[in-house]
Nanobody, 128 residues
């Protein structure tokens, strides 16, 4: 059983930065692929970023590329999402997701159905 707890959300002005954290409990964190998804009011959940179990590969949605950075610290069982140049369109609840997979292909890691464990979400609000 894996539990994921997100933190770091809040209210920020457009152009500002935030860093989200996702702390994972359970064993073998280093074997998990990790990802961030988000869901804005009235919209479907969408992929934001993913990182492979080793941290060697990362993938991003086009809408956040060059503004967001996903990283992981396996010693701390934590994955991060550094968000910069934030826009009002980034306003959403951000969810951390995990699954025990050694797969590294983008088509797998950008799909929500690839992840069996989800956090409760953290709200990010970007004001204009």
């Amino acid at each position: 059983q894996v539990q994921l707890v997100e933190s770091g959300g809040g209210v920020v002005q457009a152009g500002g930065s935030l860093r989200l954290s996702c702390a994972a409990s359970g064993r073998f964190f280093s074997a998990y692929a990790m990802a961030w998804f988000r869901q804005a009011p009235g919209k479907e959940r969408e992929f934001v970023a993913a990182i492979t179990w080793s941290g060697g590969l990362t993938y991003y949605a086009d809408s956040v590329k060059d503004r967001f950075t996903i990283s992981r610290d396996n010693a701390k069982n934590t994955v991060y999402l550094q968000m910069s140049s934030l826009k009002p369109a980034d306003t959403a609840v951000y969810y951390c997701a995990a699954d025990t997979t050694y797969l590294t292909d983008e088509n797998t890691l950008i799909r929500g159905s690839s992840y069996g464990y989800w956090g409760q979400g953290t709200q990010v609000t970007v004001s204009s």
